[in-house]
């Protein structure tokens, strides 16, 4: 059964992770994605207690009575940085993976490396996500390589950055683990040149294990709530269930959120969890 899911940023930097995962409870979702990437306390969540932190809030989830279905990397690892514990990004990336296993994540979104124009994109990635690879088998969790972009800095519009079904899939592909996976962020598909529903159509169903779901303008990456922006939500759903995705539904909401005040967020949220349903129900339909 397709779960209801909320990526925890806005509300953990607001409210700490632990007050946080009770109003995503309170609004309605089944589960939250926790989020590594924001610094404001990444030493106490990636430092030396890291373990015992991630058992805190895990005992907190079991308590409150909500899972943790998926996780977002740190984003402190950068071109040309080691691919070993001893560069402090990579350790902390590694205790991500650890610690949202420890949260029970299925999954945690690793976001490719940009690199310079004269350095293969693919061959780079693959050999860094690959090194990831003994860590997944280790805590038992799942990278999902997420659809991505780059702003051109000449024109108005945007370039691929796996922003292609081709380019997923073969990335994928090419690494070869059944613990690597992808993720289709909604609304990046729409910034690369694609309806969304054509882009899901077109990524091999055997990897699609996880999205970010969100709504945009075309123009610019909005994350905002579906039906706030232009994209098509029935024709994302039936297209979701026309591919037999069998993961969850997490929202990636952060700018809507963003907008209103720590008073009107435990309704904002519900709201947003009201709208999350609606399109559950049509995936069910």
């Known amino acids: 059964m397709m779960k209801l899911s909320v990526e925890l940023y806005t509300l953990a930097q607001r409210f700490g992770d632990f007050k946080a995962i009770e109003i995503a409870k309170e609004a309605g979702f089944d589960a939250i994605d926790y989020s590594y990437y924001y610094d404001k306390n990444c030493e106490e969540v990636l430092g030396d207690g890291y373990k015992e932190y991630a058992k805190k809030i895990r005992k907190h989830l079991d308590d409150v009575g909500i899972i943790c279905n998926q996780a977002h990397e740190p984003f402190s690892f950068r071109y040309g940085m080691e691919n ?13 993976l650890e610690s949202a296993s420890i949260l029970g994540a299925k999954n945690i979104v690793v976001h490719s490396i940009t690199v310079p124009e004269d350095v293969n994109f693919e061959e780079y990635n693959i050999e860094y996500y690959k090194s ?28 691929s950055k796996l922003g292609t079904p081709e380019e997923l899939n073969s990335i994928v592909e090419k690494i070869n683990s059944p613990w690597v996976v992808a993720c289709v962020d909604i609304g ?14 077109d990524v091999n169903p055997g990897i699609l294990k996880a999205l970010h779901v969100q709504d945009n303008d ?31 539904l997490t929202l990636e909401i952060i700018k809507f959120l963003d907008k209103f005040p720590n008073e009107l967020l435990p309704e904002t949220l519900k709201f947003a969890a009201s709208v999350g349903k609606h399109l559950v129900t049509i995936y069910n339909g």
């Not at 070993?84 to 991500?96: D, K, V």
């Not at 860590?135 to 370039?159: M, Q, T």
């Open 84 to 96: 070993n514990i001893n560069e402090q990004s990579y350790l902390w990336l590694t205790r991500a």
């Open 132 to 159: 990831l690879v003994p860590y997944c088998e280790k805590f038992g969790i799942h990278i999902a390589v997420e659809n991505l972009f780059i702003r051109d800095k000449k024109r108005s519009r945007f370039n």
């Open 188 to 201: 990046h598909a729409a910034l690369t040149g694609y309806e969304p529903e054509d882009f899901i159509k």
């Open 218 to 248: 075309y123009m610019e990456d909005r994350h905002i709530l579906p039906y706030t922006g232009k994209l098509n939500w029935e024709a994302i759903m039936k297209s979701l269930k026309k591919a037999e995705y069998t993961g969850d």
